[in-house]
């Protein structure tokens, strides 16, 4: 009898344990967890509000940046834009001089939508490359979202322009 009843206390002492920790979870606000390898980046880009895209990977990530060079190659980005990202018939992705916006929500749409699109949304050209043409859509040709994270944060880790301009131009000093 007793032995049960100290079985039982342990029982709901753990169960207790286990709410508190849940509902510190649950009041910390964890954000919803996205699966971006089961996303379509053109869905991902038409379900996620203007400036909230942001790259889960960082470019300090060797695996990530190897895989993200590897699809850069795979799905002919570097046909226009060089095998390092450093431009050749096309602009260079590694430089300061961001065509829309160097943010990582700018440069997804961007990819994804393609400069027409992107331009009939608003967008304008601010930054001037040697090279100036039409980025065609491929958010239907990358096979997720996952993939273009990778790809980006294997181009952000051969950015070579000025520090200050990694993610566009950074705000004016007040
Ligand atoms: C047919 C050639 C072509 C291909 C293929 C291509 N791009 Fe582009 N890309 C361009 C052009 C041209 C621009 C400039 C767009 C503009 O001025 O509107 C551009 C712009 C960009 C920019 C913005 C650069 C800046 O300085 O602001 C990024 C980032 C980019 N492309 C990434 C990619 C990625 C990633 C891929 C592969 C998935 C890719 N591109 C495939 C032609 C291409």
């Known amino acids: 009898m007793r032995r049960v009843l100290v079985v039982s206390v342990v029982a709901i002492c753990s169960v207790l344990t286990a709410a508190g920790m849940l509902g510190k979870v649950l009041a910390a606000g964890a954000p919803p967890t996205v699966d971006y390898t089961k996303i379509l980046p053109a869905d991902l880009v038409k379900n996620t509000p203007k400036g909230k895209l942001a790259n889960p990977y960082k470019d300090t990530q060797?695996?990530?940046v190897a895989e993200g060079q590897h699809l850069l190659l795979s799905y002919g980005c570097n046909g226009c834009h060089g095998g390092?990202?450093?431009?050749g018939m096309c602009p260079?992705?590694?430089n300061?001089?961001?065509v829309y916006g160097?943010?990582?929500d700018t440069l997804f749409r961007l990819v994804v939508i393609g400069s027409d699109e992107l331009q009939k949304l608003g967008y304008s050209r601010i930054g001037r490359e040697n090279v100036v043409g039409p980025?065609?859509?491929?958010?239907?040709?990358?096979?997720?979202s996952d993939d273009l994270w990778k790809i980006f944060a294997?181009?952000?880790s051969k950015y070579n322009g000025d520090p200050a301009?990694?993610?566009g131009a950074p705000p004016d000093p007040q």
Do not use: E
Request: no cysteine; hydrophobic share 40%.
């Open 62 to 64: 060797a695996d990530i």
């Open 84 to 87: 390092g990202g450093g431009g």
């Open 92 to 94: 260079p992705l590694i």
């Open 96 to 98: 300061d001089t961001w």
């Open 102 to 104: 160097g943010d990582d």
């Open 135 to 144: 980025m065609p859509p491929f958010g239907t040709i990358i096979k997720s």
């Open 154 to 156: 294997f181009v952000r």
């Open 165 to 167: 301009y990694k993610f």
